[in-house]
C-alpha cells in the first residue's frame, strides 16, 4: 500500500472527500490514455494519479468557485 501524505495533499485540496475524488478522476484517465495508445505505465495507477496531484499536474476547479468566476466575467462584459 503506498503512503499519501495528508498533509500535502489538504492543503491543495481541502476536503478530502474532493481529494479522493480528483484523484480517482485522473486515475481513470491515465488509465484510459495507457490503453489507448497500448502503454504500460510504470507502478500503480492510483500512485501515479496522486503523486501527479501531489506535484500540482492535475488540473482542478471548485464547481462553485469556477461559477463565481463566470458570473463575475459577464458582469464585466456586460458593463463594458
Known amino acids: 500500500m503506498t503512503y499519501i501524505p495528508r ?15 480528483i484523484a480517482a478522476l485522473e486515475a481513470r484517465r491515465l488509465n484510459e490514455r ?3 495508445f497500448e502503454v504500460t505505465l510504470p507502478g500503480k495507477i492510483t500512485s ?22 463566470i458570473r463575475a466575467e459577464r458582469d464585466l ?4
Open 7 to 21: 498533509q500535502k495533499v489538504i492543503a491543495l485540496i481541502p476536503n478530502k472527500f474532493k481529494a479522493i475524488k
Open 34 to 36: 495507457a490503453r489507448m
Open 48 to 69: 501515479l494519479a496522486v503523486d501527479r496531484l501531489i506535484d500540482g499536474k492535475v488540473e482542478w476547479f471548485d464547481q462553485k468557485e469556477r461559477a463565481r468566476q
Open 77 to 80: 462584459q456586460e458593463e463594458e
